[in-house]
Each structure stands twice: as structure tokens, then as C-alpha cells.
């Protein structure tokens, strides 16, 4: 399989997600956002090896008719994604607010051609301060309102730091959205828990009940843009499968707003600021190529 043992340098840029879900939650400080902040990023200290000046890094702008079809790669898989989630709890560690359950998961990604299998971990978002701009990953070119990573860990690996060593040792599902007229009803548990969250100022919020993981997931989520690539956060990491999937969700305009109004890290002044713009811009391929897992 091509994707695996050429690529497999290429496959090392993304597991700075879930470090982010560890090492952040009880820590705001260290790197920021921001135009300035971003171009610091590369000489943030951390407890670990820092990567953001790599050569295979993400958010990348996915070319669709640059894009590679490989047969030999099927479609995601994904197996106990429509059990429900109980007792997750989100975490705002001031770059992002994540969903974390609160016991091991049973959900797994895998795709065919790819050796290994993926448990999920940890979902989060990334968007901006209005609804045409907040995702990370742009196709051709467009930016859309926010996106989703859905953080899964290689099964093959005994612990989060030894995958964190390997450019297989995440796999990553990107997902897109759009902004409609309607709300999204499977946002809708998502959305309350951070409104309790805004209105109580807290920075973790337990969520009793939630709908099952496939139903945040767009139609059709088996189709996808594959690529080798990085952690969007510090330490940058390159040890990241991406799997962005090619058809978007869509978010209400009002759900949109409640993440508009989620508490940022505290700046210089100590003063706190909306939690909006949390997004890396696109890196350059470097000689990588992105690959479709559909004709």
C-alpha cells in the first residue's frame, strides 16, 4: 500500500490535538493566536519536542483537482460512532473547547489500506469571528464557517506519548461547516452545554447526555481527502493522518454564535476576550499529495 510505507515520513504532522486535550486543560499559557502569536509558535518552549517549523505541517488548502485517487484506499470506517455518548464532559482550555468522554471509548476509525485501527479520544473546534471564516483546512481556496477534529489514537501504540513518536500515531477526521438557515438538531446538545457554559463562566460543563458521534457527522462520511501532515497547535507535531471529509455539515447562524461568545485565554492585560479566530492559516504541501479515497 503506497500511502503507508512511501508516505510514511509524510504521515508525521498532527498530534499536537490531543497533547493540546492533555496538556492544556489545566494551562492556558505559553503560545496564543494571533498573527504575531502564530509566528512565535516555533520557539515556544514546551515539554516536548517542538515541531511548528516542520516541512509537513497543517492546516493545508486542499486542491480537489490536484488530488490523487488511490483504489487502493476504502472508505472510512466507523465502528461504535452510533452508540451514545454519556457523562462527556467539555473542557474550554481557552484555545478551543473539546468534548472528552469521561470513560474509554469504543469508537474506532479505520480505513482500508491503512494497517492500523484508531480509538477516539477527543473531538474539537476551530472557528472565527464571523460566519464565511473560521475553518482550518480551506478546499480550493474557500474557507468555511467552522470545523470539527474528530482525535483518534493508533491502536498499535501502547500510550499517547509513544504514538506521539510515530507519523502514523494519529489519525485525525476533519470535518467542515457550513452555515445554514436551519438549526442543526444534532448541535443542539452541544450548543446548550456551551451556553451553560457562557452563562456560568466556567471552563468545564459535564454533559449528562449526547447524541452519538455519527450523528455530528455530515452525509455520506465514508469519502474523504487523505493526507500526511501535523498537529494544528503547538508542539505541531508530525504524526498525523488526515481524514477531511469531502462532504460538509451544516451549523445554525444562532448555534454559530454561542461559540462566538466562549471565554479566551486571558491576554496581557489579564483581561479576558471572546474565544474567536482560533485557527492556524494554510501551510505549504512541501512536495506532499493529498489523496482521495473516491473516483
Known amino acids: 500500500m503506497p500511502l503507508v510505507p512511501a508516505k510514511r515520513k509524510l504521515l508525521s504532522a498532527g498530534y499536537s490535538l ?23 509558535w516555533p520557539r515556544v518552549r514546551m515539554g516536548t519536542k517542538n515541531v511548528c517549523g516542520g516541512s509537513f505541517q497543517s492546516p493545508i488548502n486542499i486542491t480537489t483537482n490536484a488530488t490523487i485517487f488511490d483504489s487502493s484506499l476504502g472508505p472510512v470506517k466507523y465502528t461504535h460512532y452510533s452508540e451514545p455518548m454519556r457523562n462527556a464532559l467539555f473542557i474550554n482550555n481557552g484555545h478551543t473547547v473539546m468534548l472528552v468522554p469521561r470513560k474509554a471509548s469504543k469508537a474506532t476509525v479505520s480505513i482500508d489500506g491503512l494497517p492500523s485501527t484508531y480509538n477516539f479520544k477527543q473531538l474539537h473546534f476551530h472557528w472565527g469571528d464571523k460566519s464565511t471564516e473560521g475553518s482550518e483546512h480551506h478546499v480550493d481556496g474557500k474557507s468555511y464557517a467552522m470545523e470539527m477534529h474528530l482525535v483518534h489514537i493508533n491502536t498499535a501504540y501502547g500510550s499517547v506519548r509513544e504514538a506521539y513518536k510515530h507519523p502514523d500515531g494519529l489519525l485525525v477526521v476533519g470535518v467542515l461547516f457550513k452555515v445554514d438557515g436551519r438549526e442543526n438538531w444534532a448541535l443542539r446538545s452541544v ?42 497547535t503547538p508542539p505541531c507535531s508530525e504524526a498525523v493522518i488526515w481524514a477531511v471529509l469531502k462532504n460538509e455539515e451544516k451549523i445554525g447562524e444562532s448555534q454559530l454564535e454561542v461559540f462566538h461568545h466562549l471565554e479566551a485565554e486571558r491576554n496581557h492585560q489579564n483581561r479576558t476576550l471572546h474565544l474567536v479566530n482560533n485557527l492556524r492559516p494554510s501551510m505549504p504541501l512541501n512536495g506532499r499529495h493529498v489523496y482521495r479515497n473516491f473516483p
Open 18 to 40: 490531543w497533547i493540546m486535550a492533555v496538556a492544556s486543560c489545566n494551562s492556558v499559557g505559553g503560545w496564543h493566536y494571533g498573527a504575531e502569536g502564530i509566528a512565535e
Open 191 to 232: 450548543v446548550t452545554a456551551l451556553r451553560q457554559m457562557n452563562k456560568r463562566a466556567a471552563r468545564r460543563v459535564r454533559v449528562p447526555h449526547l447524541v452519538s458521534l455519527v450523528d455530528l457527522l455530515p452525509l455520506n462520511p465514508s469519502l474523504s481527502y487523505i493526507y500526511g501532515g501535523s498537529l494544528t
